[in-house]
């Protein structure tokens, strides 16, 4: 699953030409179904995903503050 959205991400946004088979992929059930895939992980080795990713998130706030800023890709 996520490299079918890393794949997408790549020729859509990245340096890679999209192929004309990949255009009518859609980005957000790739996406959804790396989140379903991620849940059902945390749920069968009993991972808090919520308490998991608040720590992530606030790690990240403090280190990637500008980490992207001015990158014209991302607007």
């Given at each position: 699953?996520?490299g079918?959205v890393?794949?997408?991400?790549a020729?859509?946004?990245?340096?890679?030409?999209e192929?004309e088979s990949d255009k009518?992929?859609d980005?957000?059930?790739e996406l959804?179904?790396?989140?379903?895939?991620?849940?059902?992980?945390?749920?069968?080795?009993?991972?808090?995903?919520?308490?998991a990713f608040?720590?992530?998130?606030?790690?990240?706030?403090?280190r990637?503050?500008d980490r992207?800023h001015g990158n014209?890709?991302?607007?």
């Amino acid at each position: 699953e996520v490299g079918e959205v890393a794949r997408i991400i790549a020729r859509r946004y990245g340096e890679q030409s999209e192929k004309e088979s990949d255009k009518d992929k859609d980005l957000g059930e790739e996406l959804a179904d790396v989140i379903f895939v991620v849940l059902c992980l945390a749920n069968q080795t009993g991972v808090d995903l919520e308490k998991a990713f608040a720590k992530k998130m606030s790690l990240k706030a403090k280190r990637d503050h500008d980490r992207h800023h001015g990158n014209e890709k991302l607007k």
